[in-house]
């Protein structure tokens, strides 16, 4: 465990424990998270740090590789791991702000056939101190050129709701006005339909952003796509967004990556809409980011507009996202894929997972 794994109230008692007055766990997050410096630190405290967490305070992701698109706004950074897992961090720049797409896992086990980190084979779970590390890795970043990151979303290597407690730590240590303070207004959690995820997200009033990749309008289209679809199927997982909609009154966003020829036409457009009827819903198409280990193509910007236009008369409210650093390899899991892809052989069937939610 690092200190990025300790919430406050867990600073507070670590400090307890070694007789140390709790209230001196300000000071050290100023120092984890904020401008503090060590050498500011009131002397019992920097006790505690200099015995209990040696010379480091929070644990520093090696950067491997980094790549930038040619035009400047999606950064893409390969975060080595102590054990020499790899993950991926990007960072998206829009007009006046900044979003980071965070890791869960080195790996996934979901297995989408389109995606570069599906097609690798799941490693490991990320600890809830390595997913607020990859937050402070933008900060510095960003920190470095007078800019900070405003959004979060939870949509790079790994299926969230698939290491569900480290991930809802991590967000309230990020959540933490004392911490980060990245509120959770601004964090999208997205799933690929880990149905008792969802449900535990909507009994628990978790106050984040819900994103689901549906990607099929039907149990067949999307089991093409989605492997897990067969532990579970879009008709359970429509279901548990909407008993999440109502139990938070929060809309759900669904993604829908095009791919031409598959799942772009307007008769498609139109049976989502059909799907969607009474969840309180908004759909962001995205455009396929070509992977090595799938030879479908993206749709054309012709056959995007129409699939939008299709949605909005229906009454759904749409966006098609901005093609983003498609020359930085910049969908989740391209950088690493290539050098895994030798090296391991992917799950064998995501839908008997030994999934830990109940
Ligand atoms: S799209 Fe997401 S859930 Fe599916 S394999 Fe890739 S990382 Fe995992």
Redesign the pocket.
């Given at each position: 465990m690092t200190v990025a794994d300790l919430s406050f109230a867990e600073t507070e008692r670590a400090l307890a424990e070694a007789g140390v007055r709790p209230v001196h766990a300000a000071a050290l997050w100023r120092v984890w998270y904020g401008a503090g410096a060590v050498a500011d630190l009131p002397a019992p405290a920097r006790r505690w740090l200099d015995q209990h967490v040696a010379a480091e305070a929070l644990p520093t992701l090696d950067v491997a590789d980094r790549s930038v698109s040619t035009d400047g706004r999606t950064e893409k950074f390969l975060l080595r791991l102590h054990d020499g897992q790899a993950i991926e961090t990007v960072i998206m720049g829009y007009p006046g702000r900044f979003t980071a797409c965070l890791s869960t896992?080195a790996g996934?086990?979901?297995?989408?056939v389109?995606?570069?980190?599906?097609?690798m084979g799941f490693a490991r779970h990320l600890t809830p101190g390595e997913i607020v590390a990859q937050v402070q890795h933008v900060r510095r970043v960003l920190a470095a050129r007078g800019e900070r990151v405003r959004n979060l979303v939870l949509?790079?290597?790994?299926?969230p709701l698939h290491n569900y407690d480290a991930v809802m730590k991590a967000l309230a240590i990020i959540g933490d006005p004392r911490g980060p303070g990245i509120g959770p207004s601004r964090i999208t959690v997205?799933?690929?339909g880990v149905v008792p995820g969802i449900l535990r997200m909507a009994e628990e009033h978790r106050p984040y952003h819900l994103g689901v990749?549906l990607h099929g309008s039907t149990e067949g289209e999307r089991a093409q796509l989605?492997p897990?679809s067969a532990r579970w199927p879009l008709g359970d997982v429509l279901d548990a967004c909407r008993v999440y909609s109502g139990r938070t009154g929060r809309r759900v966003f669904f993604a829908w990556t095009l791919i031409a020829g598959v799942n772009d036409t307007v008769a498609h457009a139109r049976r989502l809409a059909d799907r969607l009827a009474g969840i309180d819903a908004h759909v962001n198409l995205i455009h396929l980011n070509p992977t090595a280990g799938f030879d479908g193509t993206g749709t054309s910007v012709a056959a995007a507009d129409a699939f939008r236009g299709a949605l909005r008369a229906a009454g759904l409210p749409c966006t098609i996202r901005q093609r983003r650093g498609i020359d930085v390899a910049a969908g989740?899991?391209q950088l690493e894929a290539e050098r895994v892809r030798r090296a391991r052989r992917p799950t064998a069937d995501p839908a008997a997972l030994d999934y830990p939610i109940r």
């Open positions: 896992q996934c086990a979901m297995g989408c389109f995606c570069a980190t599906g097609q949509m790079g290597m790994g299926e997205n799933t690929v990749s989605v897990v989740c899991g």
